[in-house]
């Protein structure tokens, strides 16, 4: 699942855990599932926006996680 807004061209990787949505760089995002980004706030989103870049810091968290869970 993915969060996005309308005023930056990033969107960031989120997890969902009892009904507290934060991506994984930590900002915390509105509980409400759009097609695409459609507001100012901080929202899920149901597929990868098109022209939006991921953001560097979920990418970074994203890697480092996986890399402890592989161990």
């Known amino acids: 699942m ?3 807004n309308t005023h930056s061209q990033i969107y ?3 997890e969902v855990e009892a009904r507290i949505a934060k991506t ?5 995002v509105a509980m409400i ?5 459609i507001s100012a706030a901080l929202h899920l989103v149901s597929d990868e926006p098109t ?8 990418r970074r968290l994203s890697g480092w996680r996986s890399a402890i869970s592989c161990d």
């Open 51 to 58: 022209g939006y870049s991921s953001c560097a810091h979920c």
């Open 2 to 4: 993915f969060a996005a």
């Open 12 to 14: 960031h990787h989120v």
């Open 33 to 37: 599932l759009e097609p695409k980004p």
């Open 24 to 28: 994984v760089c930590g900002l915390r």
